[in-house]
């Protein structure tokens, strides 16, 4: 089965930097898109980055120029650079993939979430 697994969350003052990544593994044959979402404490978990696999991103208006969404695919690897934190950025971060599997199939798949807190 494919796997997502996050690193990199923590916590950070404002104005601080953070990176997280997403490595994602199994039988996987390509990978049409990956993102980032995140989810505050009484809010709806919103996308924030995501990129297909031409490598377009798109971003969330409220990260926009903060934030930049990259991929190593020979690791099938993806990060999220994050500038210039705010205190509304503190959330749990999911990583996301559309995959194409070996076995030709299409699945959307979600990591298990990282806790980014940005404090004052």
């Known amino acids: 089965q494919v796997q997502l697994v996050e690193s990199g969350g923590g916590l950070v003052q404002a104005g601080g930097s953070l990176r997280l990544s997403c490595a994602a593994s199994g039988s996987i044959f390509k990978i049409n898109a990956m993102g980032w979402a995140r989810q505050a404490p009484g809010k709806q978990r919103e996308l924030v980055a995501s990129f297909t696999d031409r490598r377009t991103p798109t971003y969330a208006d409220s990260v926009e120029g903060r934030f930049t969404i990259s991929r190593d695919n020979a690791k099938n690897t993806m990060y999220l650079q994050m500038n210039s934190l705010k205190l509304e950025d503190t959330a749990v971060y999911y990583c996301?993939?559309?995959?194409?599997?070996?076995?030709?199939?299409?699945?959307?798949?979600w990591g298990q979430g990282v806790q980014v807190t940005v404090s004052s």
């Open positions: 996301t993939a559309q995959v194409v599997t070996s076995a030709l199939l299409i699945s959307d798949f």
